[in-house]
């Protein structure tokens, strides 16, 4: 028979391979265990840099502009290490190509620097980007610093792709390295516009 995490831990004490410090019972022992499991998060997969990343981004969360052409989208999330625990005042850069497909190589359309909040939570506004002629899978490239980790690079797909043919999971495309960075939209009426939103939390790994 397979032993859940609690039973285990109690097997483990009783053999003598786990012992218990002065005052901590096995029953604590067990919640806390059972606590750390439930917080742990697993890290983000990485995900190729591209030759199109350009350093000093301004420090914006309106990436598009009133007039931009392409579905508008909002995308928030929030920045984690795999211990479960928010990493505020990390530095997230996104660049991405506009609704045509192209990357602005002469100025900064389409890219931004964002500072995590105190819970480590960050959003930013933008349009769903185009095909790039060079890759198949539309996508948002993410450069994640913070105190203590190790840098992640990473990008976001969009489970709404046409390539995936409306399931990431039974037509997966090696353009996108992990479905795990393949991220649903959802669309919601916004005043005069409609507008997608998608989640895209980071984890980052320790040093």
């Given at each position: 028979m397979e032993l859940n995490r609690r039973d285990l831990l109690y097997k483990c004490m009783a053999m003598g391979v786990v012992r218990l410090g002065i005052g901590l019972t096995p029953a604590a022992a067990a919640e806390a265990w059972m606590r750390a499991e439930k917080t742990t998060r697993p890290a983000t997969p990485i995900d190729q840099l591209g030759p199109f990343y350009k350093k000093d981004s301004p420090n914006t969360a309106m990436l598009r502009g009133a007039s931009d052409p392409g579905l508008a989208l909002a995308v928030a999330g929030?920045?984690?290490?795999?211990?479960?625990?928010?990493?505020?005042?990390?530095?997230?850069?996104?660049?991405?190509?506009?609704?045509?497909?192209?990357y602005d190589l002469s100025g900064y359309r389409y890219r931004a620097k964002l500072v995590a909040g105190t819970s480590g939570q960050y959003d930013f506004q933008s349009v769903?980007?185009?095909?790039?002629?060079?890759?198949?899978?539309?996508?948002?490239h993410f450069l994640v610093r913070a105190p203590g980790q190790k840098p992640l690079v990473t990008q976001m797909y969009f489970a709404s792709d046409p390539v995936f043919k409306g399931d990431p999971a039974k037509n997966p495309n090696d353009d996108c390295p992990s479905i795990e960075l393949v991220r649903p939209i959802l669309l919601k009426d916004a005043p005069n516009t409609m507008m997608a939103n998608a989640t895209f939390d980071l984890v980052m790994e320790a040093l």
């Open positions: 929030a920045v984690y290490s795999t211990r479960g625990e928010a990493l505020p005042g990390a530095e997230i850069e996104v660049w991405q190509t506009n609704h045509a497909g192209f769903i980007p185009g095909h790039y002629p060079a890759r198949v899978c539309q996508h948002i």
